[in-house]
């Protein structure tokens, strides 16, 4: 079924909520294409060193790269829940306008730490730098006071939606986000202190980096994913809020134990080896499941009136459900078979370190998470639009296959660059720096960062016709009723 509020989604009810929704995606969409942007240069450099030489070192445009991905996902994240709210509660989110205002803190915060990034990069070993340009722990170097600034934030979001929870009507999937986002916002702290024992302030980085994305952003995944599949199929919510409890008992479970197998080489106890190889192939089970479940009731039961006099689909966003097909697949691939890959000890103690790491990371990132945020962008639209049956455009079909393509030939270019340095630099030559040098200068790894750039660069023409898309959705003639 429709969203009941798809035919008017800026007056009434919840119109307030889904405008900070649409401010959310297009601040979303603009770090997304930044993200990328870095993440060729990068590519660049890597096979071409003088590549911007003195004027934006490989380290900063990397971490442009993974902060901007971080970033982005995170206002997709919150635009999806101010888009689904008023649906699944029945009202207008509870303190709106404070939520307009921490949306505008928010985005200048990240465009000064941005322009620090470029034009300061670094500076001196010292408290000052760690407040004011960035902290120098990889894949959370925002500085000090942009930390505090992004606990500020969440914490009114957190309070936005608690209030509307509970004053609201109150759903599973409502009610998983609200437990979901205590985690969320709970384990991001863990990042902001420091210890002086390098393995226990590793331990607690990776709580950051690794639980906080294999816990509470997989959980995320799931409430929207429950939502999406309700809206444009109209499927069972008892089908789909079923396996999303499931799904929070497998992740927060085998989340927390999954984590171990980021401590093998970090001085922690060694009964972590079999407990993290074991629950962290356990995390994208749930979500598949979920996926195959609601497919399977939705063929048996409604295949028969999947077509109606005209001959046109049932599903009411096509763009979106090809987006959250997609999720299925790239959750399983990327975070499942490729982190599988090199997640037993035996495997990782050759792996850790290598592209494997970067192929697992780039697959798994689009995979679990940027594909169905692309997918609640597409619901948007379809709501800011009043468009009633969304269907597929050349853009689309352009987007969606260059930008999957894209990703993955990256992951194969990469896993097969990550393949040479397991035989060459650690099998054959015992992870010696002359072993590291020998296995750059192979000639399959250079070739695979030279189809990784090449992947990336038809990555980017899929963003483009993405947002050819966005752009051009509500003027397309097929869509006019």
């Known amino acids: 079924m429709a969203s009941k509020l798809l035919d008017n989604p800026f007056t009434g009810v919840g119109s307030e909520s889904r405008q900070l929704?649409?401010?959310?995606?297009?601040?979303?969409?603009?770090?997304?294409?930044?993200?990328?942007?870095?993440?060729?240069?990068?590519?660049?450099?890597?096979?071409?060193?003088?590549?911007?030489?003195?004027?934006?070192?490989?380290?900063?445009?990397?971490?442009?790269?993974?902060?901007?991905?971080?970033?982005?996902?995170?206002?997709?994240?919150?635009?999806?829940?101010?888009?689904?709210?008023?649906?699944?509660?029945?009202?207008?989110?509870?303190?709106?306008?404070?939520?307009?205002?921490?949306?505008?803190?928010?985005?200048?915060?990240?465009?000064?730490v941005v322009l620090v990034y470029l034009f300061i990069q670094v500076g001196p070993a010292d408290e000052m730098s760690i407040w004011f340009i960035h902290e120098g722990r990889e894949y959370?170097?925002?500085?000090?006071?942009?930390?505090?600034?992004?606990?500020?934030?969440?914490?009114?979001?957190?309070?936005?939606?608690?209030?509307?929870?509970?004053?609201?009507?109150q759903t599973g999937i409502i009610t998983v986000l609200m437990a979901n986002m205590i985690a969320f916002a709970g384990l991001y702290l863990a990042g902001m202190f420091f210890t002086d024992n390098i393995s226990v302030d590793q331990y607690w980085w990776w709580w950051v980096i690794h639980l906080w994305v294999e816990a509470t952003w997989e959980v995320f995944v799931g409430a929207l994913a429950a939502y999406g599949l309700i809206q444009m199929?109209?499927?069972?919510?008892?089908?789909?809020?079923?396996?999303?409890?499931?799904?929070?008992?497998?992740?927060?479970?085998?989340?927390?134990?999954?984590?171990?197998?980021?401590?093998?080489?970090?001085?922690?106890?060694?009964?972590?080896?079999?407990?993290?190889?074991?629950?962290?192939?356990?995390?994208?089970?749930?979500?598949?499941?979920?996926?195959?479940?609601?497919?399977?009731?939705?063929?048996?039961q409604q295949g028969k009136k999947s077509l109606d006099g005209t001959g046109e689909s049932v599903?009411?966003?096509?763009?979106?459900?090809?987006?959250?097909?997609?999720?299925?697949?790239?959750?399983?691939?990327?975070?499942?078979?490729?982190?599988?890959?090199?997640?037993?000890p035996q495997v990782n103690l050759y792996t850790h370190g290598t592209q494997f790491t970067s192929a697992h990371g780039h697959l798994s990132f689009f995979g679990a998470y940027a594909t169905i945020l692309i997918g609640m962008m597409y619901l948007a639209i379809q709501g800011k639009n009043k468009i009633k049956v969304m269907k597929n455009t050349k853009s689309s079909l352009w987007a969606l296959g260059l930008t999957v393509g894209g990703v993955v030939g990256m992951t194969i270019a990469l896993t097969i660059s990550g393949y040479v340095q397991v035989l060459v630099s650690r099998a054959q030559m015992?992870?010696?720096?002359?072993?590291?040098?020998?296995?750059?200068?192979?000639?399959?790894f250079a070739q695979g960062m030279d189809w990784r750039l090449i992947m990336g660069v038809v990555t980017f023409a899929g963003f483009i016709f993405l947002i050819k898309d966005f752009l051009t959705t509500g003027q397309n003639p097929v869509h006019q009723k």
């Open 140 to 169: 959370i170097e925002a500085p000090r006071w942009a930390d505090l600034g992004i606990v500020v934030v969440a914490l009114g979001f957190v309070a936005n939606l608690f209030m509307t929870g509970i004053k609201g009507k």
């Open 21 to 112: 929704a649409t401010w959310y995606f297009t601040f979303a969409a603009i770090l997304f294409g930044a993200q990328l942007l870095f993440g060729l240069v990068i590519a660049i450099q890597y096979v071409s060193p003088g590549f911007l030489f003195e004027i934006i070192d490989f380290s900063v445009a990397r971490m442009l790269h993974i902060n901007a991905l971080v970033v982005w996902m995170v206002f997709a994240m919150f635009g999806s829940v101010y888009w689904l709210l008023p649906d699944e509660t029945g009202i207008e989110t509870v303190g709106i306008k404070i939520g307009k205002l921490l949306y505008w803190v928010f985005v200048v915060a990240i465009v000064i």
């Open 430 to 444: 015992g992870a010696t720096w002359s072993g590291y040098f020998d296995g750059q200068a192979s000639v399959w």
């Open 315 to 344: 599903v009411n966003n096509q763009p979106a459900f090809l987006w959250f097909w997609m999720n299925a697949f790239g959750n399983f691939l990327g975070a499942g078979v490729w982190g599988f890959f090199h997640t037993l």
């Open 233 to 300: 199929i109209g499927a069972s919510r008892k089908v789909v809020e079923m396996w999303l409890w499931i799904e929070v008992a497998m992740l927060f479970g085998s989340g927390i134990l999954g984590l171990g197998h980021h401590y093998f080489w970090i001085g922690t106890p060694e009964y972590w080896w079999e407990i993290g190889a074991l629950f962290s192939a356990l995390e994208p089970l749930p979500l598949v499941a979920m996926f195959i479940h609601v497919m399977y009731d939705w063929g048996k």
